[in-house]
């Protein structure tokens, strides 16, 4: 998410903002108090969509998407207003950060504030396709990819570049026919694939668009455990990209927080964004990885059953676990534990990890139906999981029209006792003038 740069936040002004009780009556969000002084961690929060505060009063912020903070030390993303230390592996951890503004665009004869080493961390020219992409910073790590934040040099814009470790011979075949399919996939939350080869002819690699959001995992780090409503959002945004891609005849089979962005640039709504869309089978082929792959696979790969669009549901659900505790559903041990536990073992209980009094019961219901071991016992499509996400913010816009209509209602009602009153005067005034006659 980038720091806005223009007009900063302003409490709400309670002149304009309809309060009681604490809550907005005109978006039923809560209201910051003006009086009291918030934690760093409170303005953190406020400077995002993460938890749901009342904007209504919110001045607009026209630069607010147009550049992101990284580091120069560490080459990794800062996030504003989060204090420094360690948060998350992919994001900067330094205690002395120094911050360098990187634009979404730069003109041809512009130049980044900060380059990135890519030997650092055991790549090179012979491996990075660097006669295109200049990398800048350091996005994430795995056994099976590196992924560098890097500005093409033809275009001028920030894009991602993950560069593959291995793929077998055989697979190679596979990797271009599969990001091929992927490439033409186009929705607004999902993030597209601009370009992808094999670099010097053997070093695999896939280019994307890069989104200044921060993925789901990086915000709960950030920020904590997110407002309910944000994380129906979230899912029912997810929901919408797979349904899309089914259509076009595409499964994700890989859905994780790491994979979900979450942007941010307090103009508008927040959007969400769905990316790794190519791949399952590169993937299929080496098995599970690292303990990751384990903590976010689905109980039917535990199982060895056959991956289908119930396997998604879950993986949905394991998200929303996520957003509604902080937490996975299964986390401890090493990957072959973590295996067992998504194939036996039921998930710790929502409310007795984070009890919240303000999120819906039905929402915690519709979590655990997701994580049901037996496929028969979920949602029989994303569809239907979807259609039951939609009933949280139907209900909140029911709330806002019942108040907008009572409203209406008391203005008819005191436009009509005014209308009363001034007919009876003028009843009054026309009779004294009559009997004066």
């Not at 309060?19 to 002084?37: S, W």
């Not at 089979?253 to 962005?261: A, E, L, M, Q, T």
């Not at 067992?340 to 979590?367: T, V, Y």
Request: proline share 7%.
């Amino acid at each position: 998410m980038a720091e806005p740069t223009g007009s900063q936040p302003q409490a709400s002004n309670l002149n304009t903002t309809n309060v009681i009780g604490g809550e907005c009556q005109n978006c039923f969000r809560p209201v910051p108090d003006e009086f009291a002084t918030p934690s760093t961690h409170q303005r953190a929060q406020q400077k995002t969509q993460w938890i749901s505060v009342c904007r209504c009063d919110r001045p607009f912020s026209p630069s607010s998407n147009f550049s992101i903070d990284l580091c120069a030390n560490c080459n990794r993303r800062i996030a504003a207003e989060v204090p420094p230390g360690p948060r998350h592996p992919d994001l900067c951890c330094c205690m002395q950060q120094n911050p360098k503004k990187i634009p979404t665009h730069l003109k041809p004869n512009e130049s980044d504030s900060v380059s990135f080493d890519i030997s650092k961390i055991g790549l090179s020219s012979a491996s990075f396709p660097t006669e295109r992409y200049a990398p800048i910073g350091f996005l994430g790590h795995s056994k099976r990819a590196t992924t560098i934040l890097a500005r093409d040099k033809t275009r001028g814009i920030k894009v991602a570049v993950k560069v593959f470790k291995k793929i077998p011979p055989e697979m190679q075949s596979t990797f271009q026919s599969e990001v091929k399919k992927n490439q033409q996939l186009s929705h607004t939350n999902i993030v597209k694939i601009v370009d992808s080869g094999f670099h010097n002819g053997k070093s695999p690699y896939l280019v994307t668009e890069y989104k200044d959001g921060f993925n789901i995992e990086q915000c709960v780090a950030l920020y904590g455990i997110p407002s309910f409503d944000i994380a129906v959002k979230v899912m029912l945004a997810v929901c919408e990209t797979l349904l899309y891609a089914q259509k076009q005849g595409v499964s994700h089979k890989d859905i994780r927080p790491g994979n979900i962005i979450f942007f941010d640039d307090m103009n508008g709504d927040p959007s969400v964004f769905v990316t790794d869309f190519a791949l399952p089978k590169i993937k299929a082929s080496e098995g599970l990885a690292d303990t990751n792959d384990a903590i976010w696979m689905s109980a039917d790969e535990a199982r060895n059953m056959e991956y289908t669009e119930k396997s998604e549901v879950y993986s949905v659900g394991a998200v929303g676990f996520l957003l509604l505790t902080g937490r996975p559903a299964f986390r401890d041990g090493d990957i072959q534990e973590i295996k067992n536990m998504h194939a036996l073992k039921l998930p710790p209980k929502i409310s007795d990890l984070n009890f919240d009094k303000k999120r819906p019961k039905d929402l915690d219901e519709i979590i655990v139906n997701c994580l049901e071991k037996d496929p028969s016992y979920r949602f029989e499509t994303v569809a239907k999981l979807q259609e039951r996400l939609e009933i949280f913010p139907r209900r909140i816009q029911m709330q806002i029209n019942a108040v907008l209509a009572a409203r209406q209602r008391k203005k008819i009602m005191l436009i009509a006792s005014i209308a009363a009153a001034v007919i009876s005067v003028v009843g009054a005034i026309g009779f004294f003038v009559l009997r004066g006659h």
